[in-house]
């Protein structure tokens, strides 16, 4: 890499994107950021993102955004409640003072915030990458599918699970974990299902039994977002002979393959509003490694895709960007900048991905929901 100011590309406008984006620019480092989308769909649909404060505030600190955020951002529930089938509580766990803090905001909400807060024209929308050519001395030419080709000094890789950067480093994909989420949701659940707000409490609740789980949590205005997770193939909708755009049929296959739950619980799928949404869970090898490339690098969940049992995905591609970016405005060799950046990345990626493994797999275990009631209780003792 050169020595005069580097030119450099960040490939994916998530959360991790943009906040290395925002760090960069506050520093005085130009960089530009490719969006595959069309700025009409820049607002991300889905559910709200829940952060681990002790993770994000040190990014939105150093973005400069951490009032901005508060305003936007609303409490999460702490409590965690495990029942089993019959939903008899065995665990009902809430955080002690001082513990891990979660913050509850909308993705379009924090999006709007990250965007807002770069220099106009940063980022490039439509712009999908198709490939990158190494020219030497850590340079890559960027080809785009409209045909377009620039040419950066550092390419960083923060379009997600399926990123098209991730190749030039690893020949690691992700893999199908063998665990299905099919999302639902309950509007105004105080309102309209007083009972099912109770029962999912303050927080979120985990009934398991047998490589099956029924998972809510309390999110905001009162909604309570769903999941029915299951061990099968990703395809089972298919293999049932039912489309996902048919949520009656969809409800009574997911009704039929929860039979003999305890109605409270069944009541989750049976009251639920709209549709449904198949999330069948991947995840990149643990842990995952890639041998120091010149002009490249990764960050989010291109880095260290893991399942949803880590908590905390957003959270910690916004501290991968931070990071990142803190290093390379630091000054001297960007090079030696993104290898100090990788040394801490890559361990603390192992770590987190290894936990989201070990949890997802003592909540969908055959002996649960004993198993992750042991697995809760020695998490809590570390």
């Known amino acids: 890499m050169h020595s005069t100011t580097p030119r450099i590309a960040i490939i994916g406008a998530g959360p991790g994107g943009l906040t290395c984006a925002r760090v960069l620019q506050r520093s005085g480092v130009p960089v530009t950021v490719f969006a595959h989308e069309a700025p009409a769909a820049a607002d991300p649909q889905g559910s709200a993102l829940e952060l681990r404060m002790t993770t994000a505030r040190t990014a939105l600190r150093a973005a400069g955004l951490y009032e901005e955020f508060t305003a936007i951002a609303r409490p999460a529930g702490q409590e965690l409640r495990l029942l089993d089938h019959t939903a008899t509580v065995l665990l009902q766990d809430a955080p002690a003072p001082g513990g891990p803090d979660r913050t509850e905001v909308d993705r379009a909400a ?5 965007l807002a807060s770069l220099t106009a024209g940063t980022v490039h929308w439509g712009s999908y990458l198709r490939t990158l050519h190494p020219l030497g001395d850590g340079r890559h030419r960027a080809e785009f599918d409209d045909g377009h080709t620039e040419t950066f000094d550092l390419v960083i890789g923060a379009d997600g699970a399926w990123s098209r950067v991730r190749p030039m480093l690893s020949e ?42 029924l998972l809510a949590r309390r999110h905001g205005r009162g909604r309570l977002l ?45 009251d639920s509003d709209g549709g449904f ?8 090898p643990v842990p995952h490694t890639w041998t120091h490339t010149p002009g490249l690098t990764l960050l989010g969940d291109a880095a260290h895709l893991m399942t949803p049992f880590a908590g905390g995905g957003a959270g910690l591609a916004m ?4 990071e990142l970016a803190q290093a390379l405005a630091e000054g001297g060799d960007p090079d030696a900048a993104v290898r100090a950046y990788e040394s801490a990345l890559l361990p603390r990626a192992a770590q987190a991905a290894d936990h989201a493994a070990r949890a997802l ?3 969908f275990a055959p002996d ?9 209780c020695n998490d809590r003792e570390r």
């Open 110 to 114: 924090l999006r709007r915030l990250l």
């Open 172 to 213: 690691d994909t992700p893999h199908y974990s063998g665990v299905t989420f099919v999302e639902t949701g309950i509007e105004d659940a105080d309102g309209r299902h007083p009972d099912l707000a109770r029962l999912v409490g303050d927080g979120g609740l985990l009934a398991l039994s047998a490589g099956k789980g």
């Open 226 to 270: 769903v999941y029915a997770g299951f061990r099968g193939s990703q395809d089972w909708a298919s293999a049932a002979g039912v489309r996902m755009a048919d949520t009656e049929a969809v409800r009574a296959v997911l009704l039929d393959g929860f039979a003999g739950w305890d109605d409270r619980l069944l009541a989750l799928l049976r």
């Open 277 to 284: 949404v198949n999330r069948p869970l991947f995840a990149l």
């Open 319 to 322: 501290l991968d960007g931070c």
């Open 361 to 363: 797999s003592e909540a």
């Open 368 to 376: 649960a929901p004993e198993s992750a009631l042991r697995f809760l």
